[in-house]
């Protein structure tokens, strides 16, 4: 069997799935193709904040900064319900970086946004304010600023069901294994990663957002003099119960100069990250280890009133940065993993009448939208009929409506359901969350409850909607209500499920 698409892309993360929605509504035929679960990839693993990145002006990386703020408020606007706009103190360290310095960091973040909605930065007395509460008594002096936090699992979902709402299709568990140009259209050969049943897709472009394996690929589809690499980066996240009240973050300095943050995160919890260590082979998911929790721990220690140890631990993640390798292989390499730079490139590889390959080399997950406008602003030669940039002003799915109001209306329809469930459903729905309980009454409706606030009625959702096919595609990624569960309550969900997927 041969499907034939305009647009062809490799990658269900956050890269693929904004190019996907951005060529879909601009009329192109797409279809993506994810070897993994959707967002099984990097996109899950992020520290979960939609910023400019205050850190990036010591590099000197003004541009990343400025469209990183840009993009903040782009998507505050096209998905309320994804972005939650925190405040972030950074308690002043004067060894490891002058007051002077950090205020007129924050004042150039803050002009580089342009016109924000967020409140802007401002100095805090520390010993009198609710902010210096969690802190050892010796941090007097600090500095506030703010960003916003996401869901990064779910912005990719949202991205993928807009895009298939625009005609894209979305296969996952599909692997590119090869790929020939035959003139003006490649010829892909994908395969079944469960089944190993192989099928070829014809496409006018390849677009390879592969994430870490970005530059292999392409590699192998468009071998080139020249060099263009990643260097990757391992982060990890540690989760632990709620550290302090308040729904603050904190960005620490930690004596290695790196910023470690402290989140307030899904209620109960608080996340801390990252850290970034350059590894050599990113062929296998990449895994914690104990020396990173203990950095972690000790990082926070030097700040935190009440201490944090490796037994607090709950829960911990990993990703791995593919970061583009600016310096090539020998000049200019920062040999230090945080001082690389988080900015993409795109590199478009065709020869005259033959058909484009565009790879997506680095980026971050808050400038996904701008580099999909990019991507399809490279691929016009080959599809000038195509679109206008119109994501912008576009909410994503269940992002027509403020949260608030969204939460409110959930409250006035379903009295008989608890608030805080209905508010972590707005969390993931937005105003489709009202869809998705219209014929519900009271709890009885919900279908079985599994524990962690998840219940069937969800889980048939995203098994129709969503792409999920296993228990951790949606404890851990649909949702975090793993998180919330007893290993027992996750062991049932999951045999539950796969007795399901028998039947
Ligand atoms: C620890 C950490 C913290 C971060 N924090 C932030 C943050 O707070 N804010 C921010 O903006 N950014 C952050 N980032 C960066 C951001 O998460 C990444 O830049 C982004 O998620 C990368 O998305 P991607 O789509 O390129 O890659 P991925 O999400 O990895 O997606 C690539 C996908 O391609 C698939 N794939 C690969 N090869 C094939 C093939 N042959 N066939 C089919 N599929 C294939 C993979 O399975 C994968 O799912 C962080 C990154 C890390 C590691």
Redesign the pocket.
């Given at each position: 069997m041969q499907t034939q698409v305009d647009l062809l892309i490799?990658?269900?993360?956050?890269?693929?799935?904004g190019i996907a929605r951005d060529a879909a509504g601009r009329g192109l035929s797409v279809a993506l193709?994810?070897?993994?679960?959707?967002?099984?990839?990097?996109?899950?693993?992020?520290?979960?904040?939609?910023?400019g990145?205050l850190r990036y002006l010591e590099t000197g990386e003004f541009r990343l900064v400025h469209d990183?703020l840009s993009e903040r408020q782009t998507l505050l606007r096209i998905a309320p319900h994804l972005m939650q706009p925190l405040r972030f103190v950074i308690p002043h360290t004067p060894q490891l970086r002058p007051a002077w310095m950090i205020r007129l960091g924050l004042m150039f973040y803050d002009l580089l946004g342009g016109h924000q909605t967020l409140p802007s930065s401002q100095t805090v007395d520390l010993a009198t304010s609710v902010y210096g509460e969690a802190l050892q008594a010796s941090y007097s002096k600090g500095f506030i600023y703010s960003d916003v936090q996401?869901d990064?699992a779910r912005l990719?979902i949202h991205n993928l069901r807009d895009a298939t709402e625009r005609g894209a299709k979305v296969f996952t568990h599909?692997?590119?294994?090869s790929a020939h140009r035959e003139g003006a259209a490649w010829h892909a050969r994908?395969e079944n990663t469960q089944t190993n049943r192989q099928t070829t897709v014809v496409a006018r472009a390849l677009v390879n957002?592969?994430?870490?394996?970005?530059a292999a690929?392409r590699d192998q589809l468009h071998p080139s003099e020249q060099y263009l690499g990643i260097r990757w980066?391992?982060?990890?996240?540690i989760v632990i119960p709620r550290l302090y009240p308040g729904k603050h973050a904190y960005t620490l300095q930690n004596t290695d100069r790196r910023i470690i943050?402290l989140i307030p995160w899904e209620q109960n919890y608080t996340l801390i990250?990252?850290?970034?260590i350059e590894i050599s082979d990113a062929s296998t998911p990449p895994k914690v280890t104990s020396e990173e929790v203990t950095y972690l721990c000790e990082a926070v220690n030097h700040y935190s009133k009440k201490p944090v140890q490796a037994s607090d631990v709950l829960w911990q993640f990993?990703?791995?940065?593919?970061l583009f390798d600016e310096g090539g292989q020998n000049d200019n390499r920062s040999s230090n993993a945080s001082q690389i730079t988080?900015d993409y490139h795109l590199q478009c590889d065709s020869l005259t009448g033959q058909a484009p390959l565009l790879s997506?080399f680095?980026?971050?997950?808050?400038?996904?939208r701008r580099v999909a406008e990019q991507a399809l602003e490279k691929l016009t030669p080959w599809f000038p009929a195509s679109g206008q940039p119109w994501t912008a002003r576009a909410a994503l799915p269940g992002g027509d409506c403020p949260l608030a109001e969204t939460i409110g209306h959930l409250h006035a329809s379903h009295p008989n359901l608890p608030p805080a469930w209905l508010e972590q459903l707005a969390r993931r729905h937005g105003s489709r969350a009202l869809a998705l309980l219209a014929d519900v009454r009271e709890t009885k409706d919900l279908g079985l409850d599994f524990g962690g606030g998840l219940y069937e009625i969800e889980v048939a959702h995203f098994m129709a909607h969503e792409w999920a096919q296993e228990a951790d595609d949606i404890l851990w990624r649909r949702t975090k209500t793993g998180l919330h569960m007893m290993p027992e309550q996750r062991a049932r969900f999951a045999d539950w499920l796969a007795s399901r997927g028998s039947r």
């Open positions: 490799v990658g269900g993360g956050i890269q693929g799935a193709y994810e070897q993994d679960d959707i967002t099984g990839g990097t996109s899950s693993a992020s520290s979960k904040l939609i910023h990145g990183s996401t990064d990719v599909m692997r590119l294994i994908l957002a592969a994430g870490t394996g970005v690929l980066v391992k982060g990890s996240h943050f990250g990252t850290t970034d990993c990703g791995t940065r593919a988080r997506i680095g980026g971050k997950l808050t400038t996904y």
